[in-house]
């Protein structure tokens, strides 16, 4: 469904389930970039009002899985702590064309992306870890994700030919498989 062309090593599963701590500092400021990003790109396309109606509750959200994974840190005793850089979205970021034309079916192209390996890499936390809170907390949070990657690739289909669409998240989603395989397994981020 989701489209990704290569899965997550398994054992970034294992890795991350005995770091909570981390991930979740991570995922919160994974959901509050996510809705910089929705808002980001209503700032940059104010006249495409089906753009701005469909990302504005996103935005609200995405802004409160930040504070669902804030109070599951507050029940752990975890401060939020600074961010930390994510070299996943930096690389994706860099496949992002600049000619002002597609530059905004990159954008959501790449949305798309980030939402479709959150969504995977929740499910495997949902299947790994132990603590039954936890477990359905990311299962609510990978079905919110595949809901999100599906709303980017439709406003892209708003905006361009469905072929186009097609043809650049199929190279976009190669490049993503390149960038994943490269990466080394670490269980302190969610990407």
């Given at each position: 469904?989701?489209g990704?062309?290569l899965?997550?090593?398994?054992?970034?599963?294992?890795v991350?389930?005995?770091?909570?701590?981390?991930?979740?500092?991570?995922?919160?400021?994974?959901?509050?970039?996510?809705?910089?990003?929705?808002?980001?790109?209503?700032?940059?396309?104010?006249?495409?009002?089906?753009?701005?109606a469909?990302?504005?509750?996103?935005?609200?959200?995405?802004?409160?899985?930040?504070?669902?994974?804030?109070?599951?840190?507050?029940?752990?005793n975890?401060?939020?702590?600074?961010?930390?850089?994510?070299?996943?979205?930096?690389?994706?970021?860099?496949?992002?064309?600049?000619?002002?034309?597609?530059?905004?079916?990159?954008?959501?192209?790449?949305?798309?992306?980030?939402?479709?390996?959150?969504?995977?890499?929740?499910?495997?936390?949902h299947?790994?870890?132990?603590?039954p809170?936890?477990?359905?907390?990311?299962y609510?949070?990978?079905?919110?994700?595949?809901?999100?990657?599906?709303?980017?690739?439709d406003?892209?289909?708003?905006?361009f030919?469905?072929?186009?669409?097609?043809?650049?998240?199929?190279?976009?989603?190669?490049?993503?498989?390149?960038?994943?395989?490269?990466?080394?397994?670490?269980?302190?981020?969610?990407?």
């Open positions: 469904m989701l990704l062309k899965p997550s090593d398994p054992r970034w599963a294992d991350a389930s005995k770091r909570m701590e981390d991930i979740l500092t991570d995922h919160a400021y994974c959901e509050q970039k996510a809705a910089s990003t929705c808002i980001s790109l209503i700032v940059l396309f104010p006249e495409l009002e089906e753009l701005v469909t990302l504005s509750p996103i935005v609200t959200e995405e802004w409160g899985h930040f504070r669902m994974v804030l109070n599951e840190m507050k029940k752990r975890i401060a939020l702590g600074r961010a930390r850089s994510d070299a996943y979205v930096s690389q994706l970021a860099q496949l992002e064309r600049k000619d002002k034309k597609v530059r905004l079916l990159d954008k959501l192209l790449l949305c798309a992306l980030i939402e479709a390996r959150s969504c995977e890499r929740f499910k495997l936390l299947e790994k870890l132990e603590d809170e936890l477990k359905k907390f990311y609510d949070l990978m079905i919110s994700e595949a809901g999100h990657y599906r709303t980017f690739l406003l892209a289909a708003v905006y030919p469905a072929e186009e669409v097609k043809l650049r998240f199929q190279e976009l989603l190669s490049q993503e498989a390149t960038i994943i395989a490269t990466l080394d397994i670490r269980g302190d981020r969610v990407h």
